[in-house]
């Protein structure tokens, strides 16, 4: 695009304009089997960091500070190819197996248990997800029934005899992965998969009532069969789901053209609108009074290319997909944050994927652990958004013409009102080349209380000898009590504000 001197926006923000509360569970991320994530990840007995269960603190640590409301787990498309009974019992009597998904050997030393202690370690609630590929309905409700029963029957007595008296009482469950893909582990079409989950949801519930379930949505937006997939796997399945999840990862059309790229949000939330529609419209076709809402169960910035795949097939704990972020993915991954905060009327469930190591914010080496670019918008997020109300702040907001996605807005913002404090906490990404100046009136006299703001050069990136080239900083400001307030928001950039 042009660079532009100035771009003005005008915004009105009232704390009475709620869009919903947004829910701690936004706040997710994602492990799955595969390269580092787990084994030479957040779980490497023999690392100095590693506690008596073989977790690294380290790694518990900087999840703790990302700020992780939730966890899903195993899958992804390993998903699609595992039995859950390998992961439990005696690790020296559990099989050794192919992790047909990443072409993995997977030695089944972690499993169920494994991750519900990482869970707690990490002060995080655990998501799971039910394989819908080569598993049946009644694997599902075994699994269901090995977490969530209290005793006296089969399963609730096996995982009191490993060792686990207590129920881990999982709330939200994902019935499947992707099962519109032709990569997935036996893929099927709409009808089958929409049947097959509605009666897997329906046993699981059988099982305990209280549970979510969610129904695998398309696999992306870009899909050729979204969103006539989701509107068929919803006829099928209305009556025993709760969300539908949605997936997207984002990446450059042209490295040169770094504000095509930033519109991606806009993307992510023209996909929310039609998936919102979707579900809208089958709930009318079915004269039904229940809302489906969307667990966005996987999103991030994906860089793919071969210096990113697999070193070795068939092999445990291997490098596989560890995209480096810049300042840049950071923006992007800001910008999605925002989309997801606005739309928190339907998000109910978001995951950041993944965690550690594969696409994800943490990076693990011998000597720490790395947070990277895309770490720090998270947790920024997540520490200044959960549970607090999303307001929306309308207004205008000059576009640009982006070559993938067309005319998309200038700026991205999403505003909380923290009303025990009477503070409202703003998030701008400037994803143009030229300054944006936005004026703000709000519904009362307020002021800046705190002003952060991103900082490094475009595609700068952290790495463990140079580990803060990227990160949240103070800003400097000054300011006056007044409704109207005026920032100017440097080309590139993401701030948060505060107001009070
Ligand atoms: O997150 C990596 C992979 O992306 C997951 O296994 C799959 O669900 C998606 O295609």
């Excluded at 640590?61 to 966890?71: F, Q, R």
Aim: net charge negative; charged share 25%.
């Amino acid at each position: 695009m042009k660079e532009k001197a100035q771009t003005k926006c005008s915004l009105f923000i009232c704390s009475q304009n709620v869009i919903s509360r947004v829910e701690e569970s936004v706040f997710g991320s994602f492990v799955e089997h595969i390269g580092r994530s787990v084994y030479n990840g957040i779980y490497q007995p023999e690392h100095a960091t590693a506690d008596k269960d073989g977790i690294r603190i380290d790694v518990t640590e900087a999840v703790k500070e990302l700020g992780v409301s939730l966890v899903r787990y195993p899958g992804g498309n390993f998903l699609s190819g595992y039995d859950w009974r390998d992961g439990i019992g005696d690790k020296s009597c559990r099989p050794v197996r192919t992790n047909l998904a990443w072409k993995e050997i997977e030695p089944n030393t972690f499993g169920t248990d494994e991750f519900m202690k990482f869970c707690e370690k990490a002060g995080t609630e655990p998501m799971m997800a039910v394989n819908m590929g080569t598993g049946t309905a009644r694997d599902a409700a075994d699994l269901t029934e090995y977490c969530n029963l209290s005793g006296g029957t089969y399963w609730s007595e096996k995982r009191k005899a490993n060792g686990h008296e207590k129920p881990y009482d999982v709330k939200y469950w994902c019935v499947g992965n992707e099962m519109d893909g032709c990569w997935q582990m036996c893929a099927m079409p709409a009808e089958e998969y929409g049947r097959k989950a509605n009666e897997a949801a329906k046993l699981m519930k059988f099982v305990d009532p209280s549970i979510k379930t969610v129904l695998c949505g398309s696999s992306s937006s870009k899909s050729p069969t979204f969103p006539v997939w989701d509107r068929k796997v919803l006829e099928q399945a209305y009556d025993n789901i709760d969300f539908l999840s949605l997936h997207t990862y984002y990446t450059y059309a042209d490295r040169a053209d770094v504000s095509d790229f930033l519109a991606s949000p806009a993307d992510f939330d023209r996909y929310i609108r039609t998936a919102k529609a979707t579900c809208d419209y089958v709930k009318a076709a079915k004269k039904s009074g229940k809302d489906i809402d969307f667990a966005v169960d996987e999103w991030n910035v994906w860089h793919t290319g071969s210096e990113y795949d697999h070193t070795e097939n068939w092999t445990v704990g291997k490098p596989c997909l560890e995209n480096v972020y810049d300042y840049a993915d950071a923006l992007c991954v800001a910008g999605l944050l925002t989309v997801l905060v606005n739309n928190s009327d339907r998000v109910k469930v978001a995951c950041l994927a993944q965690l550690v190591n594969v696409i994800a914010p943490i990076l693990t080496s011998e000597s720490g652990v790395l947070r990277q670019s895309t770490f720090y918008p998270f947790r920024e997020f997540s520490a200044r958004c959960r549970g607090l109300e999303a307001i929306d702040a309308v207004g205008y907001v000059p576009t640009y013409k982006s070559a993938s996605y067309g005319d998309v807005p200038a700026l991205y913002k999403s505003v909380c009102y923290d009303a025990e404090k009477g503070e409202y906490v703003c998030f701008f990404v400037n994803p143009t080349g030229g300054a944006v100046q936005a004026e703000l009136t709000f519904d009362r006299a307020v002021s800046i209380a705190e002003r952060k703001t991103l900082k490094g050069e475009l595609h700068a990136k952290n790495s463990f000898e140079n580990p803060d080239c990227v990160s949240i900083v103070d800003k400097q400001f000054t300011s006056v009590k007044s409704a109207s307030q005026k920032v100017e928001l440097q080309s590139y950039s993401f701030e948060i504000i505060k107001f009070k």
